[in-house]
């Protein structure tokens, strides 16, 4: 009996794909807090070479051979043009999520997640690493400003770390939840926006519960396609048009040097964001003037508009496929009837119009990549290649 059968490969894939995940998720802990580590590019090289291990050992048709050239060639592409890995390792990361239990790796990035900022809550608490709280200038011309952290470093870490439960416990529970583990678990988050003050935390998490509860009220929502079209169309697609505009509106107003009255008042509302685009960027190219098809060496640096932050770190032709990649997610959500992911979409996608906290090259944030991959997965071989499989039998799903 040959050991390459199709079950033996499924097994090995996914204690690859398993252990690839673990190693990303306490890299982003260990980031998250205040330890110090210094090789997260060789780590990043581990993760690397197991997810593509992984694909390799999973059974391809020709077809989907020739996508994954296709795919790995561009990326490689990024890499040999602008130094970063990123994309190659996001690539193989979401080909090797193919075919695991999609529930069962929410659950285990859910929990892990959990114990792990607790962890890092927990030890600032007693004292022995991190701070509680910061005080200082948040850029909103108070200098004596305090904020929590509970030894997340930074307010915003906080908030983000929270929000990412707040978004993987909707996922997983929110259709299931009673009302009153619904409304601890949405108080329980709010309390922590609270006290790290984060404005656009506030709205968000706002707008993600409102959102949320109409779902929940509505179940018949999942069926409507309507309701993925529209909600695809004001999240993702105004959210990059609204990037791109702004990175046009600070070409215009810093290197035309054409200035309007009402922007300078606007940019106070939002903490200077899209000034940042210019000032943020170390040779002035985060505006769409400096943005290119395929981004060179040097654009490294950190600003908050995430939408423009992929335009700018990788290229408009990565960016667009990215974009294109997460509106195939919708569609596959509807083909499933799943509104809790369109939920995440939404409300991740907003998100990054404001902030770049899921812009980074470290995987363990981004969550949602073990959603899109079984989707996109599903998207490729069943939508487009025309594969003939059991739905919910290769590609998990919620169920």
Avoid at 31 to 54: D, I, Q
Avoid at 293 to 311: E, N
Avoid at 329 to 353: P, Q
Wanted: charged share 20%; proline share 1%.
């Amino acid at each position: 009996m040959s050991f390459w059968t199709d079950d033996n490969r499924k097994k090995i894939v996914n204690c690859l794909f398993y252990v690839a995940l673990t190693i990303e998720l306490i890299l982003m802990i260990v980031e998250k807090s205040e330890l110090e580590f210094s090789l997260e590019s060789y780590v990043f090289r581990v993760t690397f070479l197991l997810t593509l291990l992984a694909v390799l050992i999973m059974k391809h048709d020709y077809r989907e051979w020739i996508l994954i050239v296709v795919f790995l060639g561009i990326a490689g592409f990024c890499y040999v043009h602008s130094g970063k890995n990123d994309l190659l390792r996001l690539c193989t990361f979401l080909m090797a999520a193919r075919d695991i239990d999609l529930r069962k790796a929410m659950k285990y990035c859910f929990y892990v997640c959990l114990v792990g900022f607790g962890l890092i809550a927990l030890l600032s608490v007693v004292g022995v690493l991190g701070d509680i709280s910061l005080v200082m200038d948040y850029g909103r011309e108070n200098p004596e400003e305090k904020r929590y952290v509970f030894g997340f470093g930074h307010p915003n870490t906080l908030f983000g770390s929270v929000y990412a439960l707040l978004l993987m416990w909707l996922w997983l529970y929110g259709e299931t939840s009673k009302w009153w583990q619904y409304i601890l678990v949405v108080v329980s988050s709010g309390a922590v926006v609270l006290l790290s003050q984060s404005r656009t935390g506030l709205l968000i998490v706002l707008l993600t519960v409102i959102i949320a509860a109409i779902f929940k009220l509505w179940p018949g929502a999942s069926e409507k396609r309507n309701v993925y079209v529209w909600g695809a169309l004001l999240s993702t697609v105004l959210s990059v048009v609204l990037s791109v505009l702004a990175a046009w509106k600070a070409a215009r107003v810093y290197v035309d040097k054409v200035m309007s009255w009402d922007f300078w008042a606007f940019e106070e509302i939002i903490n200077y964001r899209i000034s940042n685009l210019f000032y943020g960027s170390e040779n002035r190219d985060g505006v769409l003037y400096g943005w290119k098809l395929f981004a060179g060496h040097g654009t490294d640096s950190y600003f908050d508009i995430g939408w423009a932050r992929l335009f700018y770190w990788y290229g408009i032709v990565p960016t667009t496929v990215i974009v294109l990649c997460v509106l195939a997610v919708v569609y596959v959500s509807w083909k499933k009837r799943d509104i809790w992911t369109l939920v995440l979409v939404i409300s991740l996608s907003i998100y990054t119009l404001a902030e770049a906290t899921f812009v980074t090259r470290y995987l363990g944030r981004d969550f949602f990549l073990v959603i899109a991959g079984v989707y996109l997965g599903y998207f490729f071989r069943t939508i487009i290649l025309k594969f003939d499989t059991k739905e919910g039998e290769t590609y998990g799903g919620k169920a």
